[in-house]
């Protein structure tokens, strides 16, 4: 199993950044396709990021492309989401997930919450107006 622990999340104003950390243990993520989602009050769980195994391959939601980043250092078992030009409209918890065969159906499927096993805790984020 994938332990995964998010940590980063804050109160930041519109405009502001934060990025986002994801340490995974127990098992090395280097063939894992990892992602980030998020869920806002009242709302489903959304894709936010993913990349695959070496982070050779991307995939982001509309909502996010161009503000966010989805980066992965495999040497430090961790998963990064770099978030410049925050909204208040990005105000969730924030969550990581990893998997050994997310997208291997189709990478338009690393947005499906149901390819992933592992999750974390979730980190919130805040972002005032």
């Known amino acids: 199993q994938v332990q995964l622990v998010e940590s980063g999340g804050g109160l930041v104003q519109a405009g502001g950044s934060l990025r986002l950390s994801c340490a995974a243990s127990?098992?090395?993520?280097?063939?894992?396709?990892m992602a980030w989602f998020r869920q806002a009050p009242g709302k489903e769980r959304e894709f936010v990021a993913a990349?695959?195994?070496?982070?050779?391959?991307?995939s982001y939601a509309d909502s996010v492309k161009g503000r966010f980043t989805i980066s992965r250092d495999n040497a430090k078992n961790t998963v990064y989401l770099q978030m410049n030009s925050l909204k208040p409209d990005d105000t969730a918890v924030y969550y990581c997930?990893?998997?050994?065969?997310?997208?291997?159906?189709?990478?338009?499927?690393?947005?499906?919450?149901?390819?992933?096993?592992?999750w974390g805790q979730g980190t919130q984020v805040t972002v005032s107006s």
């Open positions: 990349n695959n195994w070496n982070g050779g391959r991307t």
């Open positions: 127990r098992r090395a993520i280097s063939t894992y396709t």
């Open positions: 997930a990893a998997d050994l065969t997310a997208g291997i159906r189709g990478w338009d499927r690393v947005g499906v919450t149901d390819e992933y096993d592992y």
